[in-house]
């Protein structure tokens, strides 16, 4: 990122990380946390400890990192290097982000950027109208579909978690993750000392991967002695139930259809139920225990909007809830051929040209890569 | 309070309980060595003689004398750790669990008898801290305890999007719930037979010590390794040709490994032989199966180096060089 945008952002962020001290705190258990963060055109810094807000508003002030992590893991000594840090547990994270879910709507606000004369367009081209090089970048903007469809992952996803692994709603925290996605954090001890490989079985278990016919009751042989399972059972057994007999007046027939087609074409039938019923988290995210993860309160410089939690999902906009950077005006070079919608006002499209924007929306176009401060 | 009979002790004489039995009994050990309790000394001989070869030892306990089968297993023991050798004790102790898993299984079976239940829940409560409880006729277990023990199986049915889950519980039959804690239990009594102490070997024992020593020899003989091959997977082969207990996971890893470099199931199937519960059919049809020619037809890929690191069965050297998975080995040096 060139200087100026450099200095234009962080001035943004350096006033919302001193004023907006009521948002950002370090979590439960801070001194067991390692706590990292990165500064613009800079690597990452890791292994910190950071013991209460205090601490962590001085360092906020003082760095102005462009992006904030804490672990999810607790250590001893959580400052010693990785091998030394004497890993004591971790919680449970998911993250759900809207780029993961294949949803048409990408097409239509997806920004593609010559790699080198960085003019943007909303539609891929073999080369560059302007210069003819054939790299493209691409950044992704806001879209309130892209959200609801993530809404509706962390739905799904709270509904596992609560009924089939007996996780309590006051455990589970919802968080925007500060760009196209939600963060979810599950402070339960039961759950605690899982290591990588049982947080592989269990993300595969909220995702509905692996499964196999036999476990719904169809057989590979013998498929009269078939049954499958019924409304009333819970977890995914009573999940496949609903979705296949929908109410119990059908159950009988259904069932019948279902043995007569056999083992393949239910095991084809279990692929196509994951796609909409298995929740789409990222499972790296989930698998890794050492993970440091975008600290709550602090800005993501991929949009210049905050991770913030949700306390109602349905009613959040993260477009007004999550973007609280100043409003004071600021010049920039913009070029950002789709439109934009923040606290509720329109900005764009603009063709490369020099603007006034609230300094919100020129931070955010800068961040995305959409316009350079001049 | 739960009141463990000698039945049980029979049944489950690693038990803490087996130790103040027969210290209620008065007995000591230079009496044992007496000439009188040869036939204990003789049974404990066999039972490890039949758990070296990777068979379970036989109880009749409706027959049989009770006493001579917690003695018997106490002596022998005493005879592992006079003769001081690893790979008996280790394959001792995955024959008695297995011993006891059958009787786990059959107790815990008996589900519908509430006095029987209590002593198996009691000892996988107490040996592995895990709480089994009884919905029904089934076996509950918490996701977080199973997800620990289940994820060292390869089997897709152990996979918990294929089990029954509700409410924080996963639900198991007899079975599977002492299946569940089989290594665990192995490692117990080896465990358990690692801290006794023995200050010096009682006369009447020495004979059938030395035969132990012989015994093991046996199991020593190394065969040929290719330098070719990465570290774990030497270590593997290592183990087993030693007829030391290799776990599933690192048998996993040799039969996925060695598919991959094109032997067959048939060239494979030998590197087993001395595992310490060795089944040629179990063998066979689990190597069909990782190849693919039997089952679902998933020819199954060989583990990357984080997995196995994870599962403690990465034993890297300079020569791995990066790599992430084990077949990659050597090509990298190749390349330079």
């Known amino acids: ?374 | 309070m739960l009141k463990i009979g000698i039945k049980d002790l029979a049944k489950y004489p690693f038990l803490t309980e087996a130790g103040e039995y027969l210290a209620n009994t008065g007995l000591s050990l230079e009496q044992l060595s007496h000439p009188d309790w040869k036939p204990i000394v003789e049974k404990a001989y066999g039972r490890i003689v039949v758990a070296s070869s990777g068979q379970i030892y036989g109880s009749d306990l409706e027959s049989l004398d009770n006493d001579s089968e917690l003695l018997s297993f106490i002596v022998a023991i005493i005879l592992l750790k006079s003769a001081g050798i690893a790979t008996l004790i280790r394959r001792f102790s995955l024959a008695e669990a297995r011993r006891s898993e059958r009787f786990l299984q059959q107790d815990l079976w008996a589900s519908r008898d509430k006095k029987n239940l209590e002593l198996p829940l009691k000892i996988i409560q107490d040996l592995f801290a895990v709480t089994v409880s009884i919905d029904n006729d089934e076996f509950v277990i918490k996701v977080p305890d199973y997800l620990q023990r289940a994820v060292h199986f390869h089997e897709k049915e152990w996979k918990l999007v294929n089990r029954r889950v509700a409410n924080g519980f996963v639900y198991l039959s007899a079975h599977e719930t002492v299946r569940l804690i089989r290594a665990e239990l192995g490692e117990y009594i080896n465990g358990k037979i690692q801290s006794v102490n023995i200050q010096s070997i009682p006369q009447g024992f020495k004979q059938r010590v030395e035969d132990l020593v012989i015994l093991a020899k046996k199991f020593s003989d190394t065969t040929y390794v290719s330098s070719e091959y990465p570290p774990c997977v030497k270590h593997g082969i290592e183990v087993l040709e030693k007829g030391e207990n290799l776990p599933h996971s690192g048998r996993f890893l040799l039969a996925t490994y060695l598919l991959s470099k094109g032997q067959t199931v048939d060239q494979i199937a030998p590197l087993f032989k001395n595992a310490p519960d060795y089944n040629e059919r179990t063998t066979k049809y689990q190597l069909e199966h990782i190849s693919g020619s039997s089952g679902s037809g998933t020819k199954y890929q060989c583990p990357s180096c984080e997995k196995l690191r994870s599962e403690s069965l990465c034993f890297a050297t300079s020569d791995c060089d990066g790599i992430i998975n084990p077949i990659q080995f050597g090509k990298k040096r190749k390349n330079k």
């Open chain 1, 1 to 374: 990122m060139n200087e100026k945008n450099t200095l234009l952002i962080e001035s943004a962020f350096k006033e919302y990380y001193f004023n907006r001290f009521d948002l950002i705190h370090v979590p439960k258990r801070a001194t067991e946390r390692e706590f990292g963060y990165q500064k613009f055109n800079s690597g990452m810094t890791r292994h910190l400890v950071i013991k209460n807000d205090k601490e962590l508003h001085l360092l906020l002030m003082k760095e102005v990192p462009s992006d904030v992590y804490c672990s999810n893991a607790y250590y001893a000594f959580p400052n010693l290097p990785m091998s030394e840090k004497d890993w004591k547990g971790a919680d449970l994270i998911f993250d759900i982000d809207a780029k993961d879910l294949a949803l048409p709507c990408r097409k239509d606000h997806t920004i593609f950027k010559c790699s080198s004369c960085n003019s943007s367009v909303i539609e891929l081209q073999s080369q560059c109208s302007k210069c003819g090089s054939t790299k493209f970048e691409t950044a992704s903007v806001m879209c309130k579909n892209c959200i609801s469809e993530s809404k509706l992952e962390v739905t799904k996803l709270v509904d596992i978690l609560t009924s089939d692994l007996n996780i309590k709603k006051d455990e589970i925290e919802v968080y925007f993750s500060g760009n196209e996605g939600f963060h979810i954090r599950v402070t339960n001890s039961d759950y605690e000392p899982l290591g990588s490989q049982e947080r592989a079985d269990l993300v595969d278990y909220i995702m509905f991967n692996g499964a196999i016919p036999e476990s719904f009751g169809i057989k590979r042989q013998n498929n009269s002695k078939s049954s499958l399972p019924t409304l009333e059972e819970k977890g995914w057994r009573g999940r496949i139930a609903h979705k296949l007999f929908t109410s119990k007046s059908k159950t009988s027939k259904i069932t019948k259809e279902i043995i007569s087609s056999g083992y393949t074409a239910f095991q084809v039938q279990l692929e196509e139920i994951k796609k909409t019923m298995g929740v789409r988290v990222d499972p790296k995210v989930t698998m890794d225990i050492h993970r440091i993860f975008r600290l709550e309160g602090s800005i993501n410089s991929k949009s210049g909007l905050s991770k913030i939690q949700c306390d109602n999902l349905d009613s959040f906009d993260p477009f007004s809830e999550a973007c609280l950077l100043g409003d004071d005006n600021v010049q920039i070079l913009a070029d950002c051929p789709l439109q934009i919608k923040l606290k509720n006002k329109k900005f764009g499209p603009y063709k490369n040209e020099v603007v006034s924007l609230p300094k919100y929306a020129a931070v955010y176009m800068l961040c995305k890569g959409l316009g350079n401060a001049i």
